[in-house]
């Protein structure tokens, strides 16, 4: 399937503007937050929580928070979101001039920015397709670009910024964030007005909400997609959990070592980001994602077996773009077969797998490597990556994509016949 534009179009600029800013401002937090925890306390544990915060809204609320974002307006929703949390991390940044910080507000207001993101990066993805009409090639290329200046921004950009930050004030770092989501808000509000989804049959949020996940686990190619994050997360937890470790006792690599390998793998991460599109055109989406999983996989079975540091950073920058290229494909191809009206939730119950399922990878590393050595979650992590690859390669066949495609493309069509109820007559 083929679209019928080639050009983005000109809102698309100012939403990728939005996110690039947004995600230039989480890199800052994400380095300044744990920071700024240190400086209150030394306790494992209340730094762990500080860490949980953030992700307990998607644990707690994912499917649901779905479910209202395919009630509510898209763009409204994205721009109310960023326009609130720049208004809650004026709390903390006054808090921390008042020299009145604590770890339970540090922890509250993780957790309301981990709330926040929950809805704009659903209402995010919800949004997309609706701008760019679903065409298949046109959300490679956009999402394409989307990971690719996020993982600049958040990865190489930001961090440093927030520590440097943090050097001229407790509040900078906090303040810095704020002026990224009220600008991110801006852009957004400016965006072009999509139509609304076509309401459903009244029924309760739950209801609702169970319908977007049984849409997901009754559709092979949905369902294939979110097995991947699902499981891989929990195998790329585990690789980060013991990964400082490895690199300090196996390779022999200082903090500043660590870092070049951490950049490495960024590195691949934007190449592969940049290449997804023509994998999927080469090869077929289903194809590509079939080797890009097993592309990760081999990485980090071979980060396990890695003799020095110069094969570790080559095998994360191959992991890297692995997984660079499968947050192209996948998400793209999610946004081009999913029906309007559900993309909320199908967006959300597939980020929740993956949110639920990582937690057990840090406990799963942890068990391993003091019970055997540091080298032994790293194998196992690689097996269960090759595992899933095996799995889902009978999932997201080509066949099952251009299928998947066709039908998505039939039920576009106002003159095709289409049932009441896709969520409740869907059969894979």
């Known amino acids: ?3 019928d534009v080639t050009k983005l179009p000109a809102g698309f600029g100012r939403l990728w503007t939005a996110q690039t800013v947004s995600s230039l401002g989480d890199g800052v937090l994400h380095a300044a937050l744990p920071l700024l925890a240190l400086t209150l306390t030394r306790d ?3 730094l762990a929580v500080v860490t949980a915060a953030g992700t307990l809204p998607w ?15 898209r763009r409204r929703t994205m721009w109310v979101t960023d326009a609130a949390r720049a208004v809650l991390l004026a709390i903390p940044a006054a808090a921390a001039v008042l020299d009145v910080l604590s770890i339970p507000l540090l922890a509250a207001v993780a957790f309301l920015l981990g709330l926040g993101g929950l809805f704009f990066d659903t209402a995010a993805a919800a949004y997309l397709p609706d701008l760019l009409g679903r065409a298949p090639a046109l959300l490679e290329r956009a999402n ?4 690719g200046t996020q993982t600049a921004a958040s990865g190489f950009a930001g961090p440093p910024a927030g520590s440097a930050l943090l050097a001229l004030g407790r509040a900078v770092p906090l ?22 989804p076509v309401p459903q049959a009244r029924e309760s949020l739950l209801r609702q909400a169970r319908a ?16 991947r994050p699902a499981v891989g997360n929990v195998a790329f937890v585990a690789v980060e959990t013991v990964l400082a470790l490895f690199a300090h006792a196996r390779l022999g690599v200082d903090a500043f070592g660590f870092g070049l390998l951490l950049t490495a793998e960024a590195t691949g991460g934007l190449l592969g980001a940049g290449f997804a599109s023509f994998l999927g055109r080469r090869m077929g989406t289903g194809a590509a994602l079939t080797v890009t999983a097993a592309v990760e996989g081999l990485a980090i079975l071979g980060l396990a077996a890695a003799p020095n540091p110069y094969v570790a950073g080559f095998a994360l920058a191959v992991c890297g773009a692995g997984v660079g290229a499968t947050m192209v494909l996948a998400p793209s191809l999610r946004q081009a077969i999913v029906p309007a009206h559900l993309m909320g939730r199908v967006a959300s119950t597939s980020r ?9 990878g840090a406990f799963l ?7 055997y050595d540091v080298r032994t979650p790293l194998y196992t992590a690689a097996g269960l990556l090759l595992t899933m690859t095996a799995v889902t390669s009978t999932m997201t066949t080509n066949r099952r994509v251009e299928a998947a495609l066709s039908a998505a493309a039939q039920d576009a069509d106002p003159e095709h016949p289409k049932s009441q109820d896709p969520a409740q007559e869907h059969v894979s």
């Open 365 to 371: 590393a942890g068990w391993l490597a003091t019970a």
């Open 212 to 227: 977007g996940a049984s849409y997901v686990f009754r559709d092979q190619v949905l369902l294939g997609l979110a097995l």
């Open 1 to 3: 399937m083929t679209a």
């Open 44 to 46: 494992p544990m209340a």
């Open 59 to 73: 644990l707690l609320f994912g499917v649901l928070g779905g479910a209202l974002v395919d009630r509510w307006d």
């Open 352 to 360: 929740m797998l993956g949110m639920c399922t990582a937690p057990f």
């Open 175 to 196: 303040l810095a964030d704020a002026v990224s989501f009220a600008v991110s808000a801006l852009l957004v509000r400016s965006l072009p007005a999509t139509p609304r």
């Open 144 to 147: 394409s670009r989307l990971r």
